[in-house]
């Protein structure tokens, strides 16, 4: 099975400053997808950003970004203006189909007013 | 559009009884998954269903059995309920398991064997 670690099991950040979650993947493939997924208390998962690993340019969406970095196996994520709401536990996730999807053990994020 | 749902939303049973987590996505999607979500640990893949009658093992298969009764429908099921079982149950889908396009997951079922 791949690997997924988050070496930050628990992380905080002022509201509105900016925060990183690490991510790094073990993998001898060249072909697959990364994603970042969110988890509040209600403990549904979102689909925050996702990565083709074909793709050099980073994903962002409004906020959040990532930083691929494919020869060091990293997939970091950025939040810009933290906000309260942005508040759950972060999953780094990789697949190479469906059916390979591999998750790490998550960040707890804590966004301080 | 409800997208993923799951019943029920929580569950304790006895050691030794059976269930069955129901799920449902109105996404006309092909493919459906089982996960585990236990503390510490990230979602493991318990059974997958690529498509509309058919099913295959994921990581954690041991102890369950799955249905893929339609396009919409997935279930999972606990013959023989033990504490190990103990854990948080998400369903999800997605359009393919060939591109992996992101997964829909359902609220999960938190459920407690004693």
């Known amino acids: 099975a791949q690997t997924v670690t988050q070496s930050q099991p628990e992380m905080s950040v002022q509201e509105a400053e900016t925060v990183t979650l690490s991510c790094t993947y073990d993998?001898?493939?060249?072909?697959?997808?990364l994603f970042w997924y969110k988890q509040p208390p209600s403990r549904q998962m979102i689909l925050v950003i996702r990565?083709?690993?074909?793709?050099?340019q980073n994903a962002t969406e409004n906020r959040f970004s990532v930083n691929f970095q494919k020869a060091a196996k990293s997939f970091s994520l950025k939040i810009s203006d933290s906000q309260l709401g942005d508040a759950a536990m972060y999953f780094c996730?990789?697949?190479?189909?469906?059916?390979?999807?591999?998750f790490g053990t998550g960040t707890s994020l804590t966004v301080i007013p | 559009n409800a997208g993923v749902t799951q019943t029920p939303k929580f569950q304790v049973l006895k050691t030794g009884q059976s269930m069955t987590l129901q799920c449902a996505q109105d996404?006309?999607?092909?493919?459906m998954y089982w996960y585990r979500q236990d503390p510490g640990m990230g979602l493991r893949l318990i059974y997958y269903s690529a498509s509309e009658g058919t099913t295959d093992k994921g990581e954690v298969p041991n102890g369950y059995n799955v249905s893929r009764l339609n396009k919409r429908e997935f279930s999972l099921r606990l013959e023989s309920a033990a504490p190990s079982q103990t854990s948080v149950y998400f369903c999800?889908?997605?359009?393919?398991?060939?591109?992996?396009?992101?997964?829909?997951f359902g609220p999960g079922t938190r459920l407690t064997v004693t």
């Open positions: 990565q083709e690993a074909y793709k050099q």
């Open positions: 999800a889908s997605s359009e393919s398991v060939v591109d992996p396009y992101e997964q829909y």
């Open positions: 993998t001898s493939e060249s072909d697959y997808y």
């Open positions: 996404m006309n999607h092909n493919s």
């Open positions: 996730a990789y697949a190479r189909t469906g059916n390979q999807f591999y």
